[in-house]
């Protein structure tokens, strides 16, 4: 959390902003990352900069998967998550090990900031 903050600001700053509002996120479910955490942990890595008193939106982007195998794609099934951190994924059409394809991303989509004019 503390590099994603680090880098909002640098984001932010390089862009002449001086003070940020908001910054929405993309967090994946097999990051099990607790969304109420990241805003506590936010808050305290915030203060004292541009962006204290911020909003933190999180979009939570579920988990999927591909079969190597078939080929088939789809989400992870409930039972997967959130308690394993490697699972093993069978492929709902073929039940072959199939792969993680999605769910791992922590990103930042997209920073509000306020630039003032020249
Ligand atoms: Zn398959």
Request: net charge negative; hydrophobic share 35%.
């Amino acid at each position: 959390m503390s590099e994603i903050v680090r880098r909002v600001l640098e984001t932010a700053e390089e862009a002449g902003a001086v003070s940020i509002s908001a910054i929405d996120m993309e967090v994946g479910g097999m990051t099990f990352l607790a969304e109420d955490q990241m805003r506590t942990a936010y808050d305290s890595l915030v203060r004292g900069t541009m962006a204290e008193g911020s909003e933190l939106r999180v979009t939570a982007v579920p988990a999927s998967y591909r079969c190597g195998s078939c080929g088939s794609a789809g989400p992870v099934p409930p039972a997967h998550s959130p308690t394993h951190m490697a699972p093993l994924i069978e492929c709902g059409e073929c039940g072959e090990p199939a792969v993680l394809e999605g769910g791992k991303e922590c990103r930042v989509t997209n920073i509000e900031a306020e630039v003032p004019d020249e």
